[in-house]
């Protein structure tokens, strides 16, 4: 059993910062420069919706407000292994408070269109972390080159 810390100490991480919009092309461009072309298409999409999560129900469409991501790309053995977080700078809306999440489910939206997001997020990556009192996520996917991505 291989054990990888939330947010690998030691490693050089790339920061970016940008204002709450959802024109997001060229900072998901960057996002992925990294990844092999193969897997390029699956990582963007799992990064738009998690983007998209944190401008809409994160910053509540406030451009004003910023997201924040670090990212990081790993080697172990022959795995590449991409790490991105992505903070927004939260809402005050009640509907995110934690006595409105259900079931124990730590993800702050639970109706049945923003769902779907987090459904995507646990498809493509291996680690998904949402952390409420930061309103941080935490995204990881190991890239084996021997593994086929969900999406060609």
Not at 17 to 32: G, I, K, N
Not at 79 to 105: A, F, L, M, V
Request: glycine share 4%; proline share 7%; hydrophobic share 35%.
């Amino acid at each position: 059993m291989i054990v990888t810390p939330v947010r690998p100490m030691g490693r050089k991480w790339r920061n970016l910062s940008f204002s709450s919009t959802l024109y997001l092309a060229p900072v998901l461009d960057l996002l992925v420069s990294e990844a092999p072309l193969l897997w390029q298409p699956e990582l963007r999409l799992g990064l738009q919706e998690a983007l998209v999560n944190a401008v809409k129900h994160g910053n509540s469409l406030d451009p004003c407000k910023q997201i924040n991501v670090s990212f990081t790309k790993l080697h172990q053995d022959s795995t590449q292994i991409y790490w991105w977080i992505i903070q927004d700078q939260g809402s005050d809306r009640q509907d995110d408070s934690p006595e409105h999440r259900k079931n124990g489910d730590p993800t702050p939206c639970h109706d049945l269109e923003c769902g779907r997001g987090f459904y995507i997020l646990r498809k493509i990556f291996e680690q998904v972390t949402w952390d409420y009192e930061r309103h941080q996520l935490t995204l990881c996917k190991r890239i084996d080159p021997k593994a086929k991505p969900l999406i060609d």
